[in-house]
């Protein structure tokens, strides 16, 4: 099966592996998964390790965001044409104006994917087709 992690899941598979439920980590770990992480979550990764607002001690360059990326065998989905006919037709929600989100929804909604977040805004977009795995940290 495929899935879609968000930028949290990554982080929290590299600095605190407690913070994943168990389901999450049994999907990610399982062989049979393919595993991708949104582009725009990877330069958001990139992003906050360069200006030092994550602190990972593996990541010590926006490099390392993408070795681990490689090293954990994870696709990258890039942003096309399609994600974006459905970006336009999301609602924008006054709890939830985070245009990184609302791009990487739109294209789990797209892709028929499942997203796995920890994000608790994401539930809004069920009622869109999100097929959502949350990750309820505490």
């Avoid at 062989?31 to 958001?44: G, Q, T």
């Avoid at 490099?63 to 989905?77: A, M, S």
Wanted: aromatic share 10%; net charge neutral; with cysteine.
């Amino acid at each position: 099966m495929r899935y879609m992690i968000d930028s949290n899941i990554l982080f929290f598979m590299v600095k605190d592996t407690d913070s994943l439920t168990r389901e999450v980590d049994n999907i990610i770990n399982d062989e049979r998964n393919l595993i991708y992480i949104p582009a725009k979550c990877v330069e958001e990764l990139m992003y906050l390790q360069l200006s030092n607002k994550i602190s990972v001690k593996r990541w010590k360059s926006p490099e390392d965001v993408l070795r681990t990326i490689d090293e954990l065998n994870f696709g990258i989905k890039y942003i096309a044409k399609e994600h974006l006919w459905t970006l336009a037709g999301l609602p924008l929600f006054k709890e939830h104006k985070d245009p990184t989100d609302r791009v990487i929804i739109a294209q789990s909604i797209t892709e028929k994917i499942p997203m796995i977040s920890s994000d608790t805004q994401f539930p809004l977009y069920k009622r869109y087709g999100l097929d959502l795995v949350f990750n309820k940290r505490f």
